[in-house]
């Protein structure tokens, strides 16, 4: 069967078990700009106390509030930018590695805000979507190599699939280190900048479709006569099984759905209305749909 990572100009790497976060290479000071949804997810891989990395990590938020949930903690230091204008320039002082976890408008603004500050040789990495390096690039000092990353909200549970994608300004070592920073959330994919939006299309929104799958799938359960508790066990439980069982079988998502589909039988009269309802099709379009947003964001 062949290897769907072995596409040329991409590289793939499984998980990370504890043992390894342990052997690997130390990540060096690190700084995080902004902790949203995404960045926590990072911030709590990279707080894993199996991930070796130099302590304490220098995050800085808009509000106090926001700052203030890490009060105490040995591994973090937060300060709020509402009560420190210098806070995000005196986070990266001294770091090797900086993630920008703004949103994406205002990545450009945060990069050149901290551009001075940096250490030279420093990585910089962004998680937004619609924001090309070059932008980042133009506003940074010669010598600092910026990264692009893709991961997903699976991230949160340690499960997550970040692509990764190097900058002009990035080298394979730079590209290593960041490799090694999303490996302590799940499994990375490292691909060429042009294809950084199709990593967005397919897995960093991949979990939304999914998501919309099993919204219909219990309404269309509770259409045929179960009550929405027992729609939702039916659906979501199904989903979670199945899922299990594409990671463990050794068996792809074709055959797997070929086991459960007799000739003649239920399964494949269900299996015929989808693909009569052009469901590739709708798949291409999906995508290029997402693909086309990320090229409009890229363009203003």
Not at 210 to 229: K, N, S, W
Request: charged share 20%.
């Amino acid at each position: 069967m062949p290897d769907p990572h072995s596409d040329r100009g991409s590289s793939y790497t499984g998980p990370v078990s504890e043992t390894t976060k342990n052997t690997l290479p130390a990540l060096p000071r690190t700084a995080m700009i902004g902790v949203g949804s995404m960045g926590g997810a990072i911030l709590a891989g990279l707080r894993d106390p199996a991930v070796a990395i130099a302590r304490p990590i220098a995050v800085t938020t808009h509000s106090a509030a926001s700052a203030a949930q890490f009060d105490g903690a040995d591994d973090v230091a937060a300060v709020a930018v509402e009560q420190d204008a210098e806070a995000n320039r005196g986070a990266v002082a001294g770091a090797g590695l900086v993630i920008l976890a703004v949103k994406p408008w205002l990545v450009v603004d945060a990069a050149r805000e901290i551009a001075s500050a940096l250490e030279p040789g420093a990585v910089v990495v962004s998680v937004a979507a619609g924001v090309p390096s070059a932008a980042i690039e133009a506003v940074l000092p010669a010598g600092v190599a910026v990264v692009r990353a893709m991961p997903n909200t699976p991230a949160h549970l340690g499960r997550g699939m970040t692509g990764i994608a190097g900058g002009a300004s990035a080298d394979a070592a730079a590209v290593a280190l960041v490799q090694r920073l999303f490996e302590t959330v799940g499994l990375v994919l490292v691909v060429d900048e042009a294809q950084i939006n199709d990593v967005a299309a397919v897995s960093g929104s991949g979990p939304a479709y999914l998501f919309y799958y099993v919204e219909e799938m219990i309404g269309a359960a509770e259409r045929r006569g179960f009550t929405p508790d027992a729609a939702r066990q039916l659906v979501q439980q199904t989903v979670l099984g199945a899922a299990e069982l594409l990671e463990t079988s050794g068996e792809d998502a074709a055959q797997l759905r070929r086991n459960v589909t007799s000739p003649k039988g239920t399964t494949e009269q269900a299996i015929f209305v989808l693909q009569d309802a052009g469901w590739a099709e709708l798949f291409d379009r999906a995508l290029a749909a997402n693909v086309r947003r990320s090229e409009e964001l890229e363009a203003n």
